[in-house]
Structures are given as structure tokens and as C-alpha cells.
T-cell receptor
Framework: SQQGEEDPQALSIQEGENATMNCSYK?????LQWYRQNSGRGLVHLIL???NEREKHSGRLRVTLDTSKKSSSLLITASRAADTASYFC?????????????WGAGTKLIIKP | EAQVTQNPRYLITVTGKKLTVTCSQN?????MSWYRQDPGLGLRQIYY???????DKGDVPEGYKVSRKEKRNFPLILESPSPNQTSLYFC???????????FGNGTRLTVT
């Protein structure tokens, strides 16, 4: 079943601009993760943010988490052509003991040179 | 190099012909999982394993089998493939349940 939903479904911006993607979920979580997928390849883990954290940074990536709104955002600053990819959020469910991740359908990001 | 290795990368088969997709990880991870990815549906979990000899159904287990006899290997078996199992399949592993996942490069399966 789908828990995370990314918004927008697709985003096209100029190189150098910032890109923001959002993820909403339905149930209480332990943590939320963001992954990147380049065209048909395996997903690559970007950031994990725990439910008691509000913001996390990694290089040009900034993730925020608002548990009251059950939403998260991924900001990529100073975008590059190499950032062109699909981005997925994945959440667990706090009441589950099996750590099963629930995935959204992803945001397709295109960086125009 | 730490990695998850899936084989084959591409597979075309016919309905009913049993097949196995192999998955191996060299990171001594406890947790392993199989996903399928279909356009517009995101990733859906097929089966997962919390440790050796422990496997559980994910969201879409019908038509699939798995085994975890050794920590490093987690093969996906399709006993009688059908066209609706045409998909892109990913194996993933993590240190333990809830930890960040490492993904293989995928297996694109076509069942005619």
C-alpha cells in the first residue's frame, strides 16, 4: 500500500536553480528516507531523518520533516545536470515491528543545461 | 567494493518457465528485500528477510518465492511466470531492518 506521496510528479528547472520536492505520508513513522534513482538503475540512499528531527543537511541536500503535517521536503540547492533523476521518499510505520518501508511514486526531476 | 549484485540484468522468458533471479551482498547485512517497480506505482515489496532462515511476505508476494539459506544470498524464484510479472526487479539489503538500503542494479524481466 502506498503511504508516501511525492509532489510534484515531475519538475523541470534550469541548472543552478534550487529544486524542492515534497512527500506526504499517512501514519506515524519512526523515520523517513529519501532516495535517488537514475534512469532505470538501482536506487541510491540520500538522507534518513528520524521522527524526532526537524531538519537535516548533506552537502547540497536539505531535508525537513514536519510530523504534525505528516510531510517532508527535499531541497537540492544549486542544481546540476547530474541531479537529473527520480527522487523517492520512503517511510516505515511506527506501529510495525518489521521495518517495512512504504514508497511513494517519485518525483522526476529534469535539470536543463 | 560494497555492493549488491543481481543477475541477470535482462531476462526474457515465456509463460510458465521457472526462473530464478539471484541476489548477493558482500556487506554482511542482516536485512534483504525484493521489490518490483512498475510505471506510476513506485516500489512494491515482494518479500523480505530479517535474517538467515527468516523470510516474510511483502505487499505483492503472489507468484514469487524466496529463500535465505545464507546471509549473503537471497534468490527470487518465479515458479510459473506470467505476463503480469513483467517488471523491473530490485534486490536491496541493509545492516538491519530500518537502516538505509543498498540496491542492486535491477533485473528487467519480460514474460511473453
Amino acid at each position: 500500500s502506498q503511504q508516501g506521496e511525492e509532489d510534484p510528479q515531475a519538475l523541470s528547472i534550469q541548472e543552478g536553480e534550487n529544486a524542492t520536492m515534497n512527500c506526504s505520508y499517512k501514519t506515524s513513522i519512526n523515520n523517513l528516507q529519501w532516495y535517488r534513482q537514475n534512469s532505470g538503475r538501482g536506487l541510491v540512499h540520500l538522507i534518513l531523518i528520524r521522527s524526532n528531527e526537524r531538519e537535516k543537511h548533506s552537502g547540497r541536500l536539505r531535508v525537513t520533516l514536519d510530523t504534525s503535517k505528516k510531510s517532508s521536503s527535499l531541497l537540492i540547492t544549486a542544481s546540476r545536470a547530474a541531479d537529473t533523476a527520480s527522487y523517492f521518499c520512503a517511510t516505515d510505520r511506527a506501529m510495525d515491528s518489521n521495518y517495512q518501508l512504504i514508497w511513494g511514486a517519485g518525483t522526476k526531476l529534469i535539470i536543463k543545461p | 567494493e560494497a555492493q549488491v549484485t543481481q543477475n541477470p540484468r535482462y531476462l526474457i522468458t515465456v509463460t510458465g518457465k521457472k526462473l530464478t533471479v539471484t541476489c548477493s551482498q558482500n556487506m554482511n547485512h542482516e536485512y534483504m528485500s525484493w521489490y518490483r517497480q512498475d510505471p506510476g506505482l513506485g516500489l512494491r515489496q515482494i518479500y523480505y528477510s530479517m535474517n538467515v532462515e527468516v523470510t516474510d511476505k511483502g505487499d505483492v508476494p503472489e507468484g514469487y518465492k524466496v529463500s535465505r539459506k545464507e546471509k549473503r544470498n537471497f534468490p527470487l524464484i518465479l515458479e510459473s511466470p506470467s505476463p503480469n510479472q513483467t517488471s523491473l526487479y530490485f534486490c536491496a539489503s541493509s545492516e538491519k531492518g530500518g537502516s538505509p538500503l543498498h540496491f542492486g542494479n535491477g533485473t528487467r524481466l519480460t514474460v511473453t
